[in-house]
């Protein structure tokens, strides 16, 4: 029962939903903001449309490098349609509430997001576009609504290189991107030292960007203990980032 909820929360992208607002909770409160629950149901909405628009067009592709994820998506396609259908207008309806600026703002990342598709075998490509879009979502959102914001260059610099990490360990176990260039082994590396890089970065950020520390650490230790398998890729490895982003709500909040 509780691997069948969990896998119907990773393969449906609500994990990497809830990964994206807390990750964007985290970044307003290291640059000194407050929370806007509009805000994090945005980059939540916003996140679940790229991924499920990506897992529902690419199927085939995916069949061999996530063939649990694939088997899931076939089963349950028209209720993936429909949740990502709905997200689409809960996206649309709180950009338009949240103001113009928003929409412009987060208008790259959805290209690049749909576009995803086309982008992810490029070499090279997919790790640094990815952490941008993620970025874009993640810090820019809580910058463009906080009246004063604060630590904005440590913020972005700290998630957009521990999610390059990640995205680069992803390419390792799909065997794209980077990893199909230069080997799945140095790759492997490149994201370990980025990720042990960005911690030690993180240890002598200033103010409250310090906070975010739990993300590139558990981003780290997860690739310690890397396995090219499709659970830990999805469940583990991105979970890192889900679980990091909380911790350090939890540490900027006692702050």
Known sequence: M????????VYSSLWL????????AAATLALGGKIEPASLALAAAGTLVVYNVDRLRDVERDRNTTPRRTRFVERWRRALAGLTLAAAGAAAWLAWTLGPNVAVLLAPAAVLGLAHRRLKHVPYAKGPYVA?????VSVGLPWLLAPAPRNVAWTTGLLFFAILANALASSVRDDEAAAARVGRARALGWARGLAALTTLAALFAPGAARGLLPIPGLTWLALLGFRADERYGLVVLDGALLVGAGASCALLASL
């Open 17 to 24: 939903a809830a990964t994206a607002a807390a990750l964007c």
């Open 132 to 136: 941008a879009a993620w970025v874009t």
């Open 2 to 9: 509780w691997r069948a909820l969990v896998d119907t929360t």
